[in-house]
């Protein structure tokens, strides 16, 4: 301040905090997505379920669960490698990706497994969007090339399940009917 008072210079301080932020969105991103494909982990995908849970019964519209598992993948990774097996698990992610509406969510759990929240969806959405999948696994051209396939089970819930780990549960269930039924196939749920 000058002799009467006034302010003549301020002094400031700042720092760059760019990196900071950068590693913490980046820690962040590790946390909720799977670093292979880029899709939701389990994590997210809980975190996500619990939201649309609350919003379905809010709404008072149904939700659906598909439990997806790979029939075949694990020769893929002991005959042609870990690599290929990667590339079709990135693949594949893709265009499971592409037959969802866009508000429904793809997560993968880990491994082969994959989980789907399909929103305000009933028993023909189901069958829909189950038979999408069949085909574009036929058009990947990996059933052919490998032999792989999936098994899937979706349960729709008309009352929603106490929490989301009794959800997944229901719908990993009703995956492996599907295996007990000779793979490949769609065991659907309305309940």
Avoid: W
Avoid at 7 to 26: C, E, M, P, R, W
Avoid at 31 to 50: C, E, Q, Y
Avoid at 74 to 83: F, L
């Amino acid at each position: 301040r000058d002799p009467s008072g006034k302010t003549k210079q301020y002094v400031g301080l700042a720092s760059d905090i760019t990196s900071l932020k950068a590693h913490q969105s980046q820690l962040e991103h590790i946390a909720h997505f799977d670093a292979l494909t880029g899709l939701p982990n389990r994590v997210l995908f809980a975190i996500r379920l619990d939201q649309e849970m609350a919003h379905a019964k809010r709404q008072g519209k149904h939700l659906a669960i598909a439990f997806l598992d790979l029939d075949g993948f694990k020769g893929i990774n002991d005959q042609y490698g870990h690599s290929t097996g990667d590339q079709i698990l990135v693949t594949l992610s893709m265009r499971m990706k592409s037959a969802l509406k866009e508000r429904d969510t793809l997560a993968r759990l880990g491994g082969d497994e994959f989980v789907v929240i399909l929103l305000d969806t009933d028993q023909a959405g189901a069958e829909e969007y189950s038979r999408k999948l069949r085909e574009i696994f036929f058009n990947s051209g990996l059933k052919q090339e490998y032999g792989i396939d999936f098994s899937m089970g979706i349960r729709i819930f008309n009352s929603l399940p106490k929490d989301c780990e009794d959800a997944t549960h229901q719908a990993d269930q009703l995956m492996y009917q599907a295996k007990a039924l000779g793979k490949s196939q769609t065991t659907i749920c309305f309940a």
